[in-house]
């Protein structure tokens, strides 16, 4: 059988070697190794995947960062706008007779003797009100003019502060006074379109004669020239953004060098007493008192008052009455054609009186609620 077998193979074929069941196991193909290169270009990628989650995760925080920055310039200029418009309005109703009468004497003129009113000084004004109308006729119009005073301070001084802020934000460092007032201009200048109307309806309101209320006010301004009349004088008044641009700024940097003033002195009093500032149980001064307020408010609207009054002259002249499409200069130079040179200073006597006292109680009232405000408006306290 054997050789039988072997004779029925084909000739010159040899069969294939049987393999045996461990050199099989052996002689299979094995996984490559990894080569150092992939090696190294592994961990490449890795550290490049967490370096990017690390830069993603960063520039997130950054960008939280910055919006809670912008939030909270926001809300440093709401607080300071509510503060000074509540102290508007509180010191336009203490002072609101003065207002009245300071009011009838810029638009007074010798020509137009039966439409406006003839007041020797802003004190026979007072008296002739009181006689002719009553007690309460020393707050004709509060309504309206109360309104305007809010508005106006509210819109100039939240777009004033927000430029303020954000400029510092975006650049770093205070602002310096030149910078302050242009500043402040340009946020009078955007407020003021808004304004105006307010302004033009609040002067007709207490210039009229007989008096009139803010409704009827609206009516003859809308009949006279429809919607521009409620701009009237709107040139002169982006001329006047200067005068609160520069009390604020005044007020700002008085401000500042005072309470610096009371911390010198404060250190020097404690040195002279043998005391470090640690051992001082009284903290420095970060705020003003009622007075100090009182008297930076007065001699900041002092100042800027006296020099930009025929400009407020020159407004109210344009908004109390038809003008027939004269302008600033025009209405001025009738008026000195008529009452003499004196005429762009009527009525500064009582300006004083009122702008003087309001603005310094007004201020009083900004420096001692602005914390308050802040609080109400989620936003930090700041320091002097």
């Excluded at 040139?235 to 309470?259: E, I, K, Q, Y």
């Amino acid at each position: 059988l054997r050789l039988q077998s072997r004779s029925s193979a084909p000739t010159g074929v040899v069969p294939p070697p049987r393999a045996h069941p461990e050199l099989k196991v052996a002689m299979s193909p094995s996984p490559p190794d990894l080569q150092p290169v992939d090696i190294l270009g592994a961990a490449l990628r890795k550290k490049l995947a967490s370096r990017s989650d690390a830069e993603s995760d960063g520039s997130s925080t950054e960008w939280k960062s910055a919006g809670n920055e912008w939030r909270e310039v926001r809300a440093q200029a709401l607080a300071e706008a509510f503060s000074a418009g509540s102290g508007e309005v509180l010191t336009t109703v203490l002072f609101y007779p003065i207002e009245l009468v300071k009011a009838r004497l810029q638009a007074a003129t010798r020509s137009d003797a039966l439409g406006s009113f003839a007041y020797n000084n802003a004190f026979d004004g007072l008296l002739s009100i009181a006689r002719e109308e009553g007690l309460g006729g020393l707050f004709a119009g509060v309504p309206s003019v109360a309104l305007r005073g809010f508005v106006a301070d509210f819109a100039f001084v939240g777009i004033s502060e927000f430029l303020l802020r954000a400029r510092q934000l975006l650049v770093g460092g205070p602002a310096g006074p030149f910078l302050g007032v242009a500043l402040r201009t340009i946020g009078g200048g955007i407020s003021i379109l808004f304004t105006n109307p307010f302004e033009a309806v609040s002067t007709r309101v207490t210039t009229a004669r007989p008096p009139i209320s803010g409704t009827e006010a609206i009516r003859q301004l809308y009949r006279e020239r429809g919607l521009a009349a409620f701009w009237q004088g709107l040139g002169v008044s982006l001329v006047l953004c200067l005068n609160p641009a520069l009390m604020f700024t005044t007020v700002d940097h008085m401000r500042v060098s005072f309470l610096a003033f009371c911390r010198r002195a404060e250190r020097r009093r404690l040195k002279a007493a043998g005391m470090s500032e640690s051992e001082s149980s009284s903290e420095g001064q970060d705020h003003l008192t009622w007075g100090q307020a009182f008297l930076i408010g007065f001699i900041a609207k002092l100042i800027t008052m006296c020099v930009v009054y025929p400009l407020v002259r020159g407004k109210i002249l344009l908004q109390a009455r038809d003008t027939k499409g004269r302008g600033l200069f025009q209405v001025l130079g009738y008026a000195v054609k008529h009452d003499g040179f004196r005429a762009l200073y009527k009525g500064l006597g009582a300006q004083l009186t009122k702008s003087l006292l309001s603005a310094s109680v007004k201020y009083a009232i900004k420096e001692r609620t602005e914390t308050r405000w802040r609080a109400a408006v989620g936003a930090k306290a700041c320091s002097p």
